[in-house]
Structure formats: C-alpha cells, structure tokens
C-alpha cells in the first residue's frame, strides 16, 4: 500500500515510530525522492525524523497540519528535496528559508502562511540568510 501525506502530515499520525518511518518512506518514494532513507526519532508531535543521504543526515520535524521543518548540513544539496516536497508530498510551496549559526540551511513549510514564524526568527543572532519564498 502506498501512503501520502495525508496519513502523517494533513492528519496526525499514530504514535508509533516505525509505523511513521514506513509512511514517509513510501510517501517519498512514491514522490520519487528516492534518495533518502527516513527512521523517525520521535513519535509524539513535534515529529521527527532523521534522513540518511549516503554519509549524510538531515531531519524532518513536523507538526501534522501546521508546519514542516527540513533541515540539513549546509553543504548538502536538498533542492531536488525541497522540489519533491512542495510540488509532490506537501504540495504547496515553502514557506521561508534560512541558515543557523550550528551549519543548518533550514527551509520550512506553513500551513497558515508563516507569518507568525517569519516574525519569531527575524533579528535573531543565531538566524543569517533569512528568506521569505511566498
């Protein structure tokens, strides 16, 4: 069975981790965005879950129906990622993106169009390169 966002972020999944790290696996690779194997870390909103891109690791943190967090080492190419969940898993656009003082390139996804979130980050030391993308 194949599975969609709507089993793990439109609705709140079970709290079960393997459960949810079949849910994103399938969802993404039914978006063709093979390339990254997810294990969920945490099981209880927000949700998280680590991607394992060869020697690489990023995570996904979400709230179903709220918000989606991905981030990952700046030097790691997520675009074709960031395309997949906008046009074929969230399908809508990203929301903001920027970097961390820790190496993070972060871009985020909000239901409510982000306002709230763009307020809360701006002028914030630890926050550079901030982008509103709507």
Not at 23 to 33: P, V
Request: aromatic letters at 12%.
């Amino acid at each position: 069975m194949s599975t969609t966002a709507q089993t793990w972020f439109y609705t709140e999944p079970e709290h079960e981790a393997y459960l949810i790290s079949e849910r994103l696996n399938s969802t993404f690779w039914q978006a063709r965005a093979v390339s990254t194997y997810w294990k969920t870390m945490r099981a209880e909103p927000p949700f998280l879950a680590h991607g394992y891109q060869r020697d690489d690791i990023i995570e996904l943190e979400w709230v179903p129906g709220e918000w989606l967090a991905l981030r990952a080492p700046r030097e790691v190419d997520v675009s074709r990622l960031v395309k997949a969940i906008s046009q074929r898993v969230l399908a809508f656009p990203a929301t903001l993106s920027c970097d961390t003082a820790d190496g993070q390139q972060v871009m985020e996804w909000h239901r409510d169009g982000g306002d709230r979130r763009w307020s809360e980050l701006q002028g914030r030391y630890e926050v550079s390169q901030l982008k509103r993308l709507k």
